[in-house]
Every structure is written in structure tokens, then in C-alpha cells.
């Protein structure tokens, strides 16, 4: 402890000396002491040793300025109020009046946490399982507001009343930008993508009479839906790599009793699917169905069609307009 009034009495050597000696001490340690100097100037330092607080006299001299808490035992120092804590070789933190940490910077690579003192990856949330709301919250002035969080059951999205929509597309640094919506989860769970390919197409005429022990590969030319523009009427094209749902509807007319089989092939550029009609009946029927549906394994550019195959018999059946070829990516 070395506190002066800072004023050197009229009084004789040894007594003027020691006098000299405690105000330099009390400048060198900056007034330090268990409680304030009795005696305060505009601009005077003084360490609270009682609290490790560093003061400095505000300039109407009538009110002391808290500028930093010490660490006596780790040899660190705080700003506060609301403290910015710069730690040795660690980084920099962020903390509120009661030392809780709300904000680290690492020292070694940026790498913000918030909620947490180690942060792990450029930007690591951390907060206690289970936090209403979810750890960050982006809202738009007059919308809804959307929510990003983890706990034990794995990441959360979510929003207060609308959905959520993936985007891809965004321009640069241009913070107006949406860019072009690809998946939608609507505020009632149901899940839609503008994007996703799809397609439905039949028959625009029959084909009559096909020609036996030939393969003959069908076409589509009236498209209900074809979105990505994938299919050109006969061959469907696998714009992505995945599994896709693929389905035919076929009205076969005139069977032939006298026929072996009737096959009906969905044909890719991997493998071929079919289903077999043997006509064993007592007499030709007027008209049969065939439907089937795969799921098949296509790379980007493979391609798909519907196919017909008489085996044997007369030259006498036909496909009917009322024939279908669907499609669909699964994943």
C-alpha cells in the first residue's frame, strides 16, 4: 500500500525526505490501497488492491473511472465493464461483468465461438441442450423468423410460421440476391422441389399390328409433365447420378392366344427390367394391361425407354393410345 496527498510539508530534512520517498511510491504504484486516496486529483490512477481493480479520476475529479480487473494469480488483466479479455498465446474473449465468456476469437486460425471458449470449427455456436429458439436466429423486419440449432437429436431448422426453403445460385456479395429456390419444407411438413426431375408422358396414336420376334421401342410423344426437358418423346435422360422411379402402363390389343409370351421392358443403359405375359387363354382377348415399376440405378447421361417384344404368333396386336411411360429421381 502507498497513498500521499501529494503535498510536501514545510518541515525539516529527514521528515521532508521521507515524505519525498512515500509520494514517489505512491506514484510508482499507482495510489495503490485497500480503499480510494483520501486525497483525489483529476487523472489519478489508483489500484484497488482489496479487488485487483485499476481506477482512474474522472476529469471533474468527483467520480472514479473503472478501467481494468487484474488477475493476480494467472498474470492476466480484463477491461471491463463488459469485459474484453486478451489472453496470452489463447485469443481474445468476450465477457459480460461477471466473467461469464460470451465471445472467443482463437489466437491460432480466427475461429469464433460463441458459448464457448474453444471453438472448433471458423464458427462454433455452443449452447445448453434443449435452448428455446435454437442458437441463432435470423429475422426479417415484418417476416417470419428462422431458427438453427443442435442437441442430442441432431441439427434443427426452424422457423415460427412459414417454411423453410433451400436456394442455390446466390450472386457474390450481393445481399439482395435469393438466388433460385430448390427444395421447399411447407409450414404444414409437406416437402416440394421445383426442380426435382419428373415426368409423365402417353401415347399421342396407336401402334397397330407389331411385327413379332421384334423388339420395337415405344414412344411418348404427349407429355403431361416433363420438368428439366428430359425426355424427348421416346428416350428419357438421366440429367444427375441417382436412383430413379421408373414406370410403364401398356394396353396391349388383339392379344394372340397363338403367341409364346409378350414381354414388356423397361430398358436402360445399365440393365433391362420386364415382366412376361404368357396368353394361354381359351380365346384372344379383346385388350390386357401391363404395368411395372422399377427402381433403377442411372449415371448422369444414361438412358431410358419402354419396349415391346411379341414372341410367335400373328402379326395382329396392337399398342393403345391409353399406354403410359412415368419417371421420377428418388435420390
Known sequence: MAQHDMNIANQ??????????NALQALASNNSGTSAPSTTFANQWWYDEANNKLYIRNE??????????????N??????????????GDGLALKTDDGTTRLFIKDSDGSIGIGTSSPSALLHVETADGTAGGAIKY???????GYISADAAGLCLATDTAGITFRTGITGNDPTDTGSERMRIQAGGEIT???????????????????????????FASQVIDRGNNIDGTVFTAPVTGGYLLSTTMRLDAIDTAATYYQ???STSNR???II???NYTADPLYLVQTFTVIADMDAGDVAVVQIFQSGGSTQTDVNINSYFFGYLCG
Open 60 to 73: 471533474a475529479n468527483n467520480a472514479w473511472i473503472q478501467v481494468a480487473v487484474l488477475d493476480q494469480t
Open 75 to 88: 498474470n492476466e488483466w480484463q477491461i471491463t465493464t463488459g469485459v474484453i479479455q486478451a489472453k496470452d
Open 12 to 21: 525539516g530534512f529527514p521528515a521532508t525526505r521521507a515524505d519525498l520517498n
Open 193 to 219: 422441389s421445383s426442380t426435382n426431375p419428373i415426368f409423365h408422358c402417353q401415347r399421342n396414336s396407336g401402334v397397330n399390328n407389331i411385327a413379332v420376334n421384334t423388339t420395337h421401342t415405344i414412344s
Open 277 to 279: 405375359l404368357d396368353p
Open 272 to 274: 433391362s427390367y420386364m
Open 264 to 266: 414388356v421392358i423397361i
Open 139 to 145: 429475422t426479417s423486419t415484418g417476416a417470419a423468423s
